[in-house]
């Protein structure tokens, strides 16, 4: 009996080892099945590749949370891929968006300076009102006035930096994990 015990354990034992920490899920992977922990969404700028890859810093920052991080920002972008619902790469990426959107507990959204992020501005409005959002736009988003303004009549948080941000998403991954257990 004993030994049954000791196979069981030493054979779960690795899997338990990988649960610790964050999981990162990119387009077009799978969204897990469990929901087990805490699942983050990083919205905001790409700008088709051409904004920082500010997902990379959250990631390594949340690297240690109990966390599933959706990241839509995939390395294997090709804009080639037509912006239109009949071209299969392009529409496989948004249905993964939105399924991961409306899986997630927590969505960030970051509104880069100098960046257009016509997306996040939709996914904003999507999910204005769901509670999820915590929205980080700095000085010299295009179109900061109609963030700030949507973000307060809808009561969904703003942070003012990124420290801040991580701090708020840290708080957030906390609560939403005592719940899930």
């Known amino acids: 009996m004993l030994r049954l015990f000791l ?28 929901h087990d922990r805490a699942r983050l969404f990083l919205g905001g700028s790409i700008d088709m590749g051409k904004a ?8 390594a920052a ?10 839509p920002r995939r390395p294997d972008w090709n804009p080639a891929w037509k912006p239109e619902a009949s071209d299969p790469n392009f529409r496989t ?8 959107l409306d899986s997630a507990d927590i969505i960030i959204l970051y509104f880069a300076p100098g960046s257009q992020s016509p997306v996040s501005l939709l996914e ?21 006035g109609n963030v700030d303004i949507t ?10 930096s990124f ?10 991954i906390a609560a939403v994990n005592r719940r899930l257990d």
Not at 52 to 59: A, L, N, S
Not at 62 to 71: F, G, R, S, W
Not at 128 to 143: E, M, Q, T, Y
């Open 52 to 59: 920082t890859d500010w997902q990379r810093e959250m990631i």
């Open 124 to 144: 904003m409005g999507l999910h204005a009102r769901s509670g999820k959002l915590i929205i980080f736009c700095p000085d010299g988003f295009w179109r900061k």
């Open 163 to 172: 420290d801040e941000l991580l701090r708020e998403v840290r708080s957030r």
């Open 7 to 34: 196979t069981s354990f030493l054979l779960l034992a690795p899997v338990a080892a990988q649960a610790a920490g964050a999981v990162t899920i990119t387009s077009p992977q799978p969204l897990p099945a469990a």
């Open 93 to 100: 990426q948004v249905e993964w968006e939105l399924a991961a």
């Open 151 to 160: 973000a307060a009549r809808y009561g969904a948080k703003q942070v003012s």
């Open 62 to 71: 949340l690297a240690d949370e109990e966390v599933a991080i959706l990241n």
